[in-house]
């Protein structure tokens, strides 16, 4: 016999499945579902599987949504001309946090990266250059994140949105805020001299 | 409308109640739940839904167990005059993996903390009074957590049991296989020189 119930290791390895969460961690979890009143692993396990039906990608930016439309794409006060193209859902999260954009996203689904076989076909730039050439569209900041795949993604766009009479942006490169310039890496304080702006 | 749909805010605030999981990676782990095929969360959903009724404490050592008793109780080749006490079931794991102990176990459910309420009636203390009386048992050893409150119920269980004629005994304190003494806390080596042992 197994030192521990089946039900207990299949548990443990699906937690694992989860990124970020080794072993320990998923045996941490498992023991503490064990433990904690039944509601608590019956309340997660429900909210897990009405996940997918509950909700899917909104049909014009790919964000999530419950219907056809997402809360950003069927609210009226939101600013058509302006995209913002980033590579997942929780990009949009991080920019309406800033309170700085007032326009529409456009999500992707990920980043360029041909050794992982991720070409542009597997993301959604067909639907962006539809989303472009329809018309209500003036400027595109394009927010992908700023390492290798995310900077190859955002001069891709650049390349094939230009010559539409569209502006095309990119993100600031530079120092976080409250960052301590002494720690930066190389690389970010190379860009925060290149990007310096006029005091 | 709020942002992101309802199903989405409530597995993040589900995943956000386990342990060391706090509000980003809660978002994090709902996110990746969002873009994994279905059967990710559907299958961490059934592991979850199927637990408490899999599994149950088993009823002589309260380690967990499919059906009466655990798989430690239910081996015959295990030496019923040895006991090893801890405190969780996850210490039992820990002390299996050794593989120095070939007793069984007794698993208090937590250990004595007077600020948190926690007594000797909120333990398994009486259950294990009775088992150590019912006469197989010679040895116990003491394994609780080697914090305040798992020294103060192993002095609590030590002063106890004495006088049953049993051998009381509890892990030893020292430095950790592997560490460096350098960066051992003081009581560690403290405890270390205590403990020293001739060569």
Known sequence: MPLVPEAV???????????????????RLTFFCLRAPADVPDRLASALSGLHTAVRPCTRCFFIAEG?????CSDAR?????????EEPLDVLA????????????VLGGALSPM???GPAALRIRE???RVSSGDVQ????ATDPDVEGEATAYYLGERLAGNGLTVSRLAHGLP???????????????????????
Chains 1, 2 share one sequence.
Do not use: M, N, W
């Open 9 to 27: 290791e299949r548990l443990a390895a699906e937690f694992g499945r989860l990124p970020g969460i080794g072993p320990k961690t998923a045996q």
């Open 68 to 72: 056809e439309l997402c809360a950003v």
């Open 78 to 86: 939101r600013d058509a001309s302006l995209l913002c193209v980033v």
């Open 95 to 106: 920019v309406e946090r800033s309170g700085e954009f007032h326009g529409l996203y456009h």
């Open 116 to 118: 992982d076989g991720i």
């Open 128 to 130: 962006l250059g539809e």
């Open 139 to 142: 400027e595109v900041v394009i």
């Open 177 to 199: 805020a409250g960052a301590d310039l002494e720690y930066a890496d190389e690389l970010t304080v190379a860009r925060a001299f290149t990007g310096r702006r006029a005091l």
